[in-house]
């Protein structure tokens, strides 16, 4: 048998258990897991949240990627951003990879980590330019790499170029970790769970449900159901929309454990934002 006949026949084993796993949902999402390790509840891990362990606006800073993606973001825009990530102790900043030189000589000596997007926002690269863009990225100081799923690809059920596009990405930022955007939006529920088993079959640390530039962002259903597919081994990052310390707060109840948001200040602060992602 050929390298490629067993890529596929791996990809359809992936893809019958996405079909078992539709089937299961029968019109209820499947409850979220609770007996996660207790090492699963760290900044960096990848289980669940303890909300209990967030006790005021502030304890929200090391889950949140403190985020600027619009295309007119300025040199001193990045400067600020990643001036506030350092003030607050958020976990990262997102980037377009063209500003991430800038926001890691900024973090230097922080804890705080640059992140790069790839084929961002559409998805629709070739993979081997999300991989190239994926190298250049951590070259310039990314840590980690959050990419754009082949959204049209999945729709049209191309199973097998969807794993291997992710993949492609992963294996140009390992050891580094990558999230993969589903734009849960344009999705079914179907196509989620596809896409979030094929993400973590081809090694992602994380899935993430939007990229803020498309028709709607998370919410609290699709964090569930994409917790429940993934289990407690890949994060989950909810992004788009996130405007509030009750909005990121339903998103960790709902199984996220890391939030994307441009609102990231105001979150901390306990005000409420009219920011888009």
């Given amino acids: 048998m050929s390298d490629s006949e067993d890529l596929f026949k791996y990809v ?39 909300p209990d362990s967030i006790r ?8 949140i990627d403190h985020t600027l993606l619009k295309p007119e973001a300025r040199q001193e825009d990045v400067v600020k951003v990643s001036e506030e990530a350092r003030q607050h102790g958020f976990a990262t900043v997102c980037v377009n990879s063209s500003h991430v030189a800038t926001v890691a000589r900024i973090l230097a000596g922080s804890s705080t980590v640059p992140i790069a997007v790839v084929g961002f926002p559409l998805g629709a690269a070739l993979s081997s330019a999300k991989a190239f863009e994926a190298r250049e990225a951590i070259e310039a100081g990314a840590r980690e790499i959050d990419m754009v799923v082949n959204i049209g690809a999945l729709k049209a059920k191309d199973h097998t170029l969807v794993f291997t596009d992710i993949a492609a990405v992963v294996k140009a930022s390992s050891p580094l970790p ?40 998370a919410t609290v259903e699709d964090v569930s159901l994409m917790r429940a597919m993934v289990g407690e081994d890949v994060g989950v990052k909810a992004s788009g929309g ?11 109840r709902a199984g996220a454990n890391r939030l994307g948001a441009s609102a990231s200040v105001a979150i901390v602060t306990g005000q409420v934002s009219t920011a888009k992602y």
């Fill in 12 to 50: 359809e084993e992936i893809a019958d258990q996405a079909r078992r796993r539709v089937q299961a949902l029968t019109g209820a999402r499947e409850a979220p897991p609770t007996d996660a390790a207790p090492d699963a509840f760290t900044r960096h891990g990848t289980g669940r949240v303890d």
């Fill in 56 to 63: 005021s606006a502030s304890d929200l800073a090391p889950y």
């Fill in 178 to 217: 990558v999230k993969v955007i589903l734009e849960t939006a344009l999705l079914s529920d179907e196509e989620k769970v596809f896409a979030c088993l094929l993400s973590k079959a081809a090694g992602a640390a994380f899935v993430k449900t939007s990229t803020g530039f498309s028709s709607g962002g």
């Fill in 242 to 252: 996130i405007r509030s310390f009750e909005d990121a707060m339903n998103m960790l």
